[in-house]
């Protein structure tokens, strides 16, 4: 029985010490270089969609027609007063790329989301149960995808009036089939594996299979999917507001000013580089972050890199215990 | 075959036929395709007892396992389990019968979920069917279940990936434990095993079948595991059972030509004797299961085929007390 003791405090090590966990979490983070600058970027952008009204040096709607297109404060005509200059109307790009943040990360945060969701529950069950629920997803997803996404959306955001939630269903609903038919196509090839086999035999139901067996197993394309789709939210949501179906000003977003900046490209290039980095550093942090979650997620790699660490360690002790030897047989 | 004992067998498969759909030929599609997979199985297993299934690849073997666990689609005969047909089992009957027969895995490797703990994948059947609440009512019974198959006493907090082949299929093995069946398909459970594991693993199912008084349906192609496991034999071909008797009686005197030239392939671990024996090998090719041909489906390779064999199948016949093959002139 004692084996039965160790394996219940094993168990209870492992569960149910949540700070243990999350400790260790950030141990292995602070091995993973390239995903701890994903994880600051990431957390830096939050915070600053935040708390911009605070942090914002000027009003984004404030206009100031005196100082339309000042450039930035590295130019002789720059002033600290609009760091990253003005827009045409003479608005602070910086104050509007900060608060641009806000729009921009909740879009394509709950676009992601929704879409994601809600395809892949649909492609899991479109694959594991096959059948007419497969020939109907599929059906609906070639009819959906046949139809094009922007005309879709104009129609639907003409009728019913452009707003934040109609942005982000309307984009949700043109989002979702991309996840639906990738989550189908990998639980083909999963659910064929032996241990979906064994799940069966041994007796448990489809929902437990799904979510447990086959998920699981898919979260490495799902999550490349989910970041590449980001990126492109972000711009589609820039689409539609440069069409004026999207937010509307005085609200702003990253896309916006993208879009109304690039026509004076030629005259002011900050206007469109500003919100564009942002939207570039962005989706580079979540890459980082989203390469390193697959990491994690994946036990196999999560041993692989600790066994890593720990004999580069090793490594540079003996080293270290090397120089100190050579050192000593200096001295004498 | 009539059960001729007076306990009924644990499992009785009579007259068993598994055809798969593989599309239509023809211009128009007027040909419907089969698979003739199974063809007139028929088999019986007692409590406790193991039956060897040996055949080449293709032969049938898996999907014979497989329709007796109701994985595959029967598609005409009858499957007896513990006195109840089960031939037409509903989904949810099949889900009760998981408690009383399991099935073990060729690939140790590719059954074991990546992603849980060896606890998890133990404790799963327990939890699915309702015997224990969660994890920390399971740990008892799957820490005395991987004792029990020779594990490491830590092995439940670890991934698959941190064990052997042989030690996983340990663990697919305490699995298929977990709810205490009386009947084990063992679908070719060493075959992808290193040499120097079978006998360990072929060991522990023996043990294990003494403990618990298990039943196994053994599927293999390797002759020698299976005459040291099993109590009687069957013989598949091209997806008949050709001859079936008891362990010795198969290897002593074998009846059907395929079974000779089978046997005659296992090397004899004594080279004086191994050097004098004469090596069966018949030329011709296996019959394709789209179209098998009519009468003895062994008649494309077999040295005494003769007019009858074209014509008419050779029923499985008794040729001494609890041997039967089939085949006209022997």
Not at chain 1, 55 to 84: M, N
Not at chain 1, 234 to 250: K, R, T, W
Not at chain 2, 283 to 302: I, K, M, N, T, Y
Request: proline share 6%.
């Amino acid at each position: 029985m004692t084996q039965s003791i160790q394996l219940e405090t094993a168990l209870t090590d492992r569960r149910h010490e949540w700070l243990a966990k999350l400790r260790e979490l950030g141990r292995e983070l602070w091995r993973d270089k390239a995903g701890l600058i994903g994880v600051v970027l990431m957390t830096a952008l939050v915070l600053m969609a935040l708390v911009a009204p605070w942090i914002a040096p000027h009003d984004p709607a404030e206009q100031d027609l005196t100082a339309r297109l000042r450039p930035p404060v590295w130019y002789e005509k720059g002033t600290w007063d609009h760091v990253f200059g003005t827009d045409h109307l003479g608005r602070d790009v910086l104050s509007r790329a900060i608060h641009g943040a806000r729009v921009s990360l909740l879009v394509g945060l709950l676009v992601v989301v929704l879409a994601g969701g809600f395809g892949v529950v649909m492609g899991l069950m479109a694959g594991y149960l096959g059948g007419r629920m497969d020939a109907f997803v599929m059906r609906w997803i070639d009819t959906q995808v046949a139809f094009p996404g922007l005309l879709l959306a104009l129609i639907i955001l003409a009728v019913i009036g452009p707003s934040l939630t109609t942005v982000v269903v309307v984009l949700s609903l043109n989002g979702w089939m991309v996840y639906g038919r990738m989550t189908r196509g990998a639980v083909l090839a999963v659910r064929q594996t032996p241990y979906v086999e064994a799940a069966e035999i041994v007796g448990c139901r489809w929902p437990r299979i799904i979510f447990r067996h086959i998920l699981p197993n898919l979260t490495s394309p799902l999550l490349t999917l989910a970041i590449l789709e980001f990126a492109r939210i972000v711009l589609a949501e820039a689409a539609l507001s440069f069409l004026g179906l999207g937010i509307q000003p005085p609200a702003t977003s990253w896309g916006l000013d993208v879009a109304v900046g690039k026509n004076y490209m030629f005259m002011a290039w900050w206007l469109v580089t500003i919100p564009g980095t942002a939207i570039a550093i962005t989706v580079l942090a979540i890459n980082l972050v989203a390469s390193w979650m697959r990491l994690i997620s994946d036990p196999q790699e999560r041993e692989k890199q600790f066994a890593r660490h720990m004999t580069r360690r090793l490594r540079s002790k003996v080293g270290q215990r090397r120089k100190l030897s050579a050192g000593q047989e200096a001295i004498k | 075959m009539t059960p001729t004992e007076p306990t009924p067998p644990l499992v009785q498969v009579e007259d068993l036929s598994v055809y798969f759909d593989a599309g239509r030929a023809g211009f128009w599609g007027q040909e419907r395709l089969k698979v003739h997979a199974v063809e007139g199985v028929n088999l019986e297993i007692r409590a406790g007892e193991t039956l060897g299934l040996v055949g080449e690849s293709g032969s049938g073997k898996s999907t014979t396992g497989r329709a007796i666990l109701r994985r595959v689609p029967v598609s005409s005969g009858r499957i007896w389990f513990r006195g109840k047909e089960i031939t037409h089992a509903g989904r949810e009957e099949i889900r009760g019968l998981s408690r009383h027969m399991q099935l073990v895995f060729q690939d140790p490797y590719a059954s074991l979920n990546p992603r849980l703990k060896i606890i998890d994948i133990v404790a799963e059947p327990l939890i699915v069917h309702g015997l224990v609440k969660n994890l920390h009512e399971a740990a008892a019974p799957v820490a005395r279940l991987l004792a029990r198959v020779g594990l490491p006493a830590d092995a439940g907090a670890r991934y698959p990936h941190a064990f052997s082949g042989g030690q996983r299929q340990r663990i697919g093995i305490a699995r298929a434990l977990a709810l205490k069946p009386e009947f084990i398909v063992a679908d070719e459970p060493v075959s992808a095993l290193d040499v120097s594991i079978r006998a360990q693993v072929v060991n522990l199912l023996q043990d294990l079948q003494a403990e618990y008084d298990l039943a196994y349906l053994f599927i293999a192609h390797d002759l020698a595991v299976v005459r040291h496991i099993s109590h009687r034999i069957a013989i598949m071909y091209a997806g008949k059972i050709v001859e079936i008797a008891g362990r010795d009686q198969i290897y002593d005197a074998p009846v059907h030509p395929y079974t000779e030239a089978l046997l005659s392939a296992v090397p004899v671990p004594d080279p004086p004797v191994q050097r004098a024996r004469r090596r069966i090998a018949y030329s011709g090719e296996a019959p394709d299961p789209l179209h098998p041909p009519v009468g003895c489906r062994f008649q494309s390779r077999c040295p005494l085929v003769s007019q009858q064999c074209r014509e008419k199948t050779p029923p499985l016949a008794e040729r001494q007390s609890g041997q039967w093959a089939a085949c006209w002139n022997r």
